[in-house]
């Protein structure tokens, strides 16, 4: 087997000084994930300019039996693209590979390449007249190979679906150093098993995703955003069903934020203000968006609004007057990750249940998690049309932040006990990684792990595409 010194003098040859990052400062960026729960170590980093420099990267590893871990822009929520403590585990960067090969307005579709960023991939649509809809907060950061390995969700889930519904072919790195071109643009191909949706939330275990097809839509004519107050859980769910039977397709985005959530986004984040005259419980972000040009969204806006505010669901509403306030009322949102972040230590739960059971969710999760922690602050916001909470946790401010995280996997338990209890799933976009393979057995044991495992083996006999990820 090959020492790791001749292995890097092999890929110093292949792929030269832009190819390689052996140097501490320019390793530092990819050894610890954005929440800072991992931090591990790597003997290199490997950032290929093309497919098949990538691919004759993969194949020299392979020969050496060197673990590899992709990383696209390395804002994985699970630790999924930070290497172990090993120093063993070669990072291979993607953000090389950053063409939009191809946008084709008749067709609707954009090859992308994986190092391509959220934020470029949908300003290349836009400006082919086209809307590529996945939206998430870190999507200036966040890549296409990213979001598609760990089937990213996001704000408009409700409306488009995840990043699965959003491909329809892609282009992988098998383990083994060959290249499988699967870069159909095809809405119709019945032609065996659906071999490239086994790529999309694998986070990386099998393989590389080098480039993708992915659908696009008509652009957004027409806008309305409101930020309302609501009495409470419940009245959310309420005014999520009254935009939904009124008009399904006109709803972009529905998030739920709790008053804790926004009061640290006021507090922490330069430049947000609150869109209305007092704090609340409990708010709602609506987001409605037509490709029609004349859809009259302001009108069901305020048709929608009056009734729950005459039903007593809604107890005050900021509708956006301009593009500049919509911008505003997002930022409000957006930041949730941040200005958590800035309070103080968080625990994240990102679970779902069935829609019709947020509600509960968050009233039973937050009530278990006080009686377990006098003081904690509970911090459930986002996806609420797509049942997706953020039950998140704060420390309680007196707390010391190390002793809080100690208690992690009591709360994630405790979270989890009335997600399972109501039908729902303890990941729900952002995947496992490294912080839940240990859920696994519990929660999908039996045949389902069982065939993951076996697909694992038959793609990955070696074992070499990001170990310690996603199986036990
Ligand atoms: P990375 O973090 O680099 O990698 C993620 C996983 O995919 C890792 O397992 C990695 O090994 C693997 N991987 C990366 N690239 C490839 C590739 N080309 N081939 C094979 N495997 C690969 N997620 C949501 O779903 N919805 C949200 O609303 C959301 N909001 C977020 C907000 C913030 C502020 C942050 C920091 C994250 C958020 N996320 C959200 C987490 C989310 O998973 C990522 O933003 C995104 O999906 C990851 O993209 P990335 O390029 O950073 O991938
Ligand atoms: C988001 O929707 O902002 C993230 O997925 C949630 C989080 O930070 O927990
Ligand atoms: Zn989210």
Redesign the pocket.
């Given at each position: 087997m090959t020492d790791t010194s001749t292995l890097l003098t092999q890929l110093s040859a292949l792929l030269g000084p832009r190819g390689l990052l052996t140097d501490a400062a320019s390793l530092e960026p990819h050894l610890a994930?954005?929440?800072a729960l991992y931090r591990g170590a790597t003997p290199c980093v490997v950032r290929p300019g093309s497919t098949a420099e990538l691919a004759a990267a993969v194949k020299l590893c392979a020969a050496a039996g060197v673990p590899l871990?992709?990383?696209?822009?390395?804002?994985?929520?699970?630790g999924?693209?930070t290497p172990d403590e090993s120093g063993r585990q070669v990072v291979v960067s993607?953000a090389r590979l950053n063409r939009v090969r191809d946008i084709d307005p008749m067709d609707m579709t954009m090859t992308c390449e994986?190092?391509v960023i959220?934020k470029a991939a949908q300003d290349a649509a836009a400006a082919a007249d086209c809307l590529f809809p996945l939206s998430?907060?870190?999507?200036g950061?966040?890549?296409?190979?990213?979001?598609?390995?760990?089937?990213?969700?996001?704000?408009t889930t409700v409306r488009y679906g995840?990043?699965r519904e959003l491909m329809l072919g892609l282009e992988v790195v098998l383990p083994d150093g060959q290249v499988w071109n699967g870069l159909r643009r095809l809405r119709k191909d019945n032609t065996g098993y659906a071999l490239r949706h086994l790529?999309v939330g694998?986070?990386?275990?099998l393989?590389?995703?080098?480039a993708a097809v992915l659908r696009l839509f008509p652009r957004a004519r027409e806008s309305a955003v409101a930020f309302c107050a609501v009495r409470d859980e419940d009245a959310a769910l309420a005014l999520f069903r009254r935009f939904r039977d009124r008009d399904e397709t006109a709803v972009r985005a529905f998030e739920y934020l709790s008053g804790e959530g926004v009061g640290f986004a006021l507090k922490h984040i330069e430049g947000c203000l609150n869109p209305l005259a007092g704090r609340h419980d409990h708010y709602v972000l609506v987001d409605l968006a037509s490709s029609r040009p004349e859809a009259g969204l302001r009108g069901l806006l305020e048709a929608v609004l009056e009734q729950a505010m005459d039903a007593g669901e809604v107890l005050d509403a900021a509708l956006a007057e301009s593009e500049a306030q919509k911008a505003a009322i997002w930022r409000i949102r957006?930041e949730h990750?941040?200005a958590q972040k800035r309070e103080g230590a968080s625990v994240k739960n990102d679970v779902s249940v069935p829609v019709s059971k947020v509600p509960e969710l968050i009233r039973r999760s937050s009530e278990a998690c006080r009686a377990l922690i006098p003081g904690v602050r509970p911090v459930p916001f986002?996806?609420l049309g797509d049942g997706n909470i953020h039950m998140n946790l704060e420390q309680p401010p007196d707390m010391d932040p190390a002793a809080f995280l100690a208690r992690s996997h009591d709360i994630m338990d405790t979270v989890n006990a009335v997600v399972r209890d109501l039908g729902g799933s303890f990941s729900a976009?952002?995947?496992i990684?490294r912080l839940k393979t240990d859920m696994m057995e519990d929660w999908r044991g039996g045949p389902e792990l069982a065939l993951m495992q076996a697909i694992k083996a038959a793609v990955d006999p070696a074992g070499l595409m990001?170990p310690g990820?996603v199986l036990p």
């Open positions: 994930d954005w929440r871990v992709p990383q696209g822009g390395n804002t994985s929520m699970v999924g693209a993607l994986a190092g959220l998430l907060g870190a999507e950061s966040a890549t296409i190979g990213g979001v598609l390995s760990t089937n990213a969700g996001g704000n995840n990043a790529f694998a986070e990386g275990t393989g590389f995703i080098t957006e990750p941040e986002g996806h976009e952002h995947g990684g990001n990820k």
